[in-house]
């Protein structure tokens, strides 16, 4: 995924698409990879997607397809791919239709929401018309979090879908430090599933979740069942719950 | 900044130190550049650091320094700079004076946290001891929010500040789409600033934060008032707030 604004970078406006689109694919079985943020430099996202586009399956980017002169990723993602830009037809005349209805001047600001490389497929926006696009492997969306989420459930229909991971959390009332040699013994012992530590501090103890990931249900149920059964030996033989 | 973990690429943990790390930095007047995330994946770490801390002069990292076995920031960091990594003796005498102190056991997990790439400087942890570590440009820090912001506290107090970016922010009720024409215009009669435009959508109609921001406060002034006679030209002669 490519993340582009540079209110993003400022930290005036707080991402909420990465982890959206994360948890999507998730759901839908394709594995995100990377993600980058980058703020509104043209050869910067050019250069970044043209990297990723041709090391990953997929990529997807946010932000950047609005009306205004900082709204540079439909001539970004054209200068990336060496295709002309223009005026998509059946985006102008989504546009053109949606402000006419509403009685509004469609201003040569809102006409540059129909720019696209040439070739491009739209993607559909229910939320404000203003659609999105797709190019190869390259599906473009808008940085506004509801507009971008129902963009990207339009996307993810049209994906052949993957072999979804399952993963089981573990609740672990040790801290990481209690329990990292035995989760690295079991992990070496259970191949074929990720098994993945995520510390928890409240202010005065850590704690731990254990998330067991795999596409293998019989390996991921084993390894369930491992950790499950060396915390219940730990809670047995040794001291309960301990800071750090 | 480089944000590393597969918890933050499936969407089960949602990351929140990029946005405290872009407003840090913009407080402190450093540009952050570029964000990327990615999993725990060795060589894709140290891949990764090499081409950010050559291409920028910090780098910031996040996540992968506790005591569990997926927690290989250090040895990609070693790798990245191809240095032998080991325990550091102060951050083991740290280590050890805690666990002592608390009456638990010392184990080879928790002394994982004292391994850092030979040569490597510590970040202090006021909140649970195990430090951060600096090495070159590239400063290395936990992935637990509030310990993250503890380290970052202290990497910031050790760098030279920056001058820091000003701005002003101007609340527009019209859409993007309204104003994204004389934004245009204005910009480019303001080339010492940046003027970035920010759409909200509140499920009925689009509103705009427009931001100037300039380590120039002249140039800031004349631009924000420029904005501000735009938009009150816009309410005397145009119809009120407008969807998209």
Chains 1, 2 share one sequence.
Not at 14 to 33: C, F, H, P, Q
Not at 52 to 57: A, E, F
Not at 116 to 133: H, K, M, Q, R, W
Not at 216 to 242: E, H, W
């Amino acid at each position: 995924m490519l993340a582009i604004g540079d209110e993003l970078l400022s930290g005036r406006t707080k991402d909420r698409n990465i982890g959206y689109l994360a948890e999507m694919m998730t759901v839908a079985g394709i594995d995100l990879k990377e993600v980058r943020i980058v703020g509104d430099e043209p050869h910067l996202i050019a250069d970044t997607l043209n990297t990723l586009r041709r090391q990953y399956d997929y990529v997807f980017t946010s932000g950047g397809i609005g009306p205004t002169h900082d709204d540079i990723t439909a001539d970004a993602v054209a200068a990336a791919f060496s295709l002309p830009i223009g005026e998509h037809p059946e985006a102008m005349s989504r546009l053109s239709a949606h402000y006419v209805a509403r009685g509004l001047e469609f201003t040569e600001a809102r006409r540059r929401m129909a720019r696209t490389p040439e070739g491009a497929s739209l993607i559909d926006n229910p939320v404000s018309v203003a659609p999105g696009f797709r190019v190869d492997n390259v599906f473009v969306m808008a940085g506004v979090p509801n507009v971008f989420q129902a963009m990207l459930g339009k996307v993810i229909e049209s994906l052949p879908a993957g072999q979804a991971i399952e993963s089981v959390a573990v609740a672990c009332p040790y801290g990481e430090g209690d329990i990292g040699d035995p989760l690295r013994a079991l992990s070496k012992l259970h191949p074929g599933v990720a098994i993945g530590s995520y510390p928890r501090f409240d202010g005065e103890r850590f704690s731990t979740e254990i998330v067991i990931r795999s596409r293998d249900k019989a390996a991921l149920d084993a390894a369930a069942s491992a950790v499950s059964t060396m915390l219940a030996d730990k809670a047995s033989g040794a001291p309960a719950a301990t800071p750090g």
